[in-house]
């Protein structure tokens, strides 16, 4: 399958992402992920992107692109991909609607995931993140929490919360969202590509979601 999971931070896209590359061999690309890896890999376009994320600055849009076109002619991707929380605006999505386009791909959905802001605050306030950087395990101190002492379970480094998920932090990223990417929603349904599922259960998005693609 191919495609663009939207959703507001704490939305469970990342989650349902997960379980959707198990079902069918299709791979899960963020933004977040493949800046990280182009870096990594001293690629000229992630020494480029370095620049600006050493900066503090966001990477432009055409340098993303970029990176992204050469991440979906992977041959991983042959399978299909779950674009996680990109495009962010509008002008990403029409970048992407030419990239496809280039490339001789369609979209079969974009599937959003609509998930009320007490639900959101609530698992992110109570979200734990493993601090150790080659580790990262999730942990919900309700759900799922961490050993008793606050250590992860895995490698034994204290999960933390991260600073952009403390209530205002996440308030303000909520705010940032219904402003910059919200609109995505009319983008697609213009398109005819849009799909909302209103489910807090990630297994009946997923089969939702497997429905839809059909």
Known sequence: MRIVLL????AGKG???????DFDGSVQI???????????????????????????????DDLIMDIMEVRMKEPDCQKGFLLDGFPRTIPQAEALRKL???????????INLDVPTDVILDRLTTRRTCSNPDCQEIY?????????DGTCI??????????DETE?????????YNEKT?????????????????????????????????
Not at 140 to 148: D, T, V, Y
């Open 7 to 10: 959703g507001a931070p704490g």
């Open 15 to 21: 989650t349902v992402a997960k379980s959707l590359t």
């Open 30 to 60: 963020s933004t977040g992920d493949i800046l990280r890896n182009a870096v990594k890999a001293g690629s000229e376009l992630g020494m480029k992107a370095k620049g600006f994320m050493e900066r503090g600055e966001l990477v432009p």
């Open 100 to 110: 496809l386009e280039k490339i001789g791909i369609k979209l079969d959905a974009v």
């Open 140 to 148: 919900n101190i309700k759900s799922k929490p961490p050993k008793a």
């Open 154 to 163: 895995k490698c034994g480094s204290p999960a933390v919360q991260r600073a």
């Open 168 to 176: 205002d932090a996440i308030t303000k990223r909520l705010a940032t």
């Open 182 to 214: 919200a609109p995505l929603i009319d983008f697609y349904e213009k398109e005819g590509l849009l799909k909302t599922i209103s489910s807090l259960s990630s297994e009946e998005i997923v089969e939702q979601v497997k429905a839809a693609v059909k």
